[in-house]
């Protein structure tokens, strides 16, 4: 699933949500400077906000469709899973990670990281939790449920939370930095917000998520149809609550 995200680069680039300003910019002035690297690049989303508060950035990104976007976008970008990537020599002020944290083993990723950051550099895993509104939340659970009753996922995870589904994940991440070594303890930094979604919107961005790029067209077609009746029932057009959440330590 972890390369299948760059079958629509361009899509993705387009419809993901971006990160909260002010995060961006509290990882940017808990660092020691200016240079960061972006484990998990994608298409350059996280790395082109650092380089708009002033960071000069590096991504590394296993797929080179997503990786050869990024470029184009303005973000040099080096093709490797970040495990065999080397920083050869290289250091760095923070290691950051937007959505991507989850692919990579968690200890040897934090290990790798604490090469490649100087003293006081900050690693920091970011993930964009988000919540649809419980009516609209439970309608596309069932509607991927009848589509896809294979699924290996707990598809009624939808309807919980932002943050549960989330938990094991970012709890995953500290206990990996825990073990690594070379950091201080993990520390959690959140913030919620908010975005309205018109149909056409989440239409547009539901192709991108992990639980649907792998579908057979005909199978997707028949999600984003039952998705789409699902937004039009709330009236066509919702707000999503999103948590973001960095999991975070500092390079000793």
Not at 45 to 66: K, N, S
Not at 114 to 130: D, E, H, S, Y
Not at 132 to 152: E, G, H, I, S, Y
Request: charged fraction near 20%; aromatic fraction near 8%.
């Amino acid at each position: 699933m972890a390369e299948s995200f760059g079958g629509d680069a361009e899509r993705y680039d387009r419809t993901r949500p971006r990160y909260p300003d002010a995060l961006v910019s509290r990882i940017a002035a808990a660092s020691p400077g200016p240079e960061v690297l972006d484990v998990g690049c994608g298409t350059g989303i996280a790395a082109r906000q650092f380089q708009a508060v002033g960071c000069r950035t590096l991504g590394v990104e296993p797929d080179p469709r997503m990786a050869g976007l990024a470029r184009r976008l303005g973000v040099e970008v080096e093709v490797a899973a970040f495990e065999a990537w080397d920083p050869a020599g290289r250091r760095f002020d923070a290691v950051v990670a937007g959505q991507s944290w989850h692919w990579i083993d968690p200890v040897a990723g934090a290990a790798k990281a604490a090469l490649a950051l100087r003293p006081g550099g900050r690693l920091a895993a970011l993930w964009n939790a988000f919540q649809l509104p419980p009516p609209l939340a439970q309608a596309v659970a069932d509607v991927c449920r009848r589509v896809m009753p294979d699924a290996p996922f707990d598809l009624s995870a939808m309807a919980r939370p932002a943050l549960d589904p989330y938990q094991g994940l970012h709890a995953k991440a500290a206990d990996g930095i825990r073990a690594a070594g070379g950091f201080t303890e993990p520390e959690q930094w959140l913030l919620d917000w908010e975005w309205r979604y018109t149909r056409e919107a989440w239409l547009d961005q539901v192709p991108t998520q992990g639980l649907f790029t792998r579908l057979p067209p005909d199978r997707l077609a028949e999600v984003l149809a039952g998705v789409g009746a699902a937004v039009d029932a709330v009236g066509g057009s919702f707000t999503a609550r999103y948590t973001t959440v960095v999991v975070t330590a500092a390079r000793v």
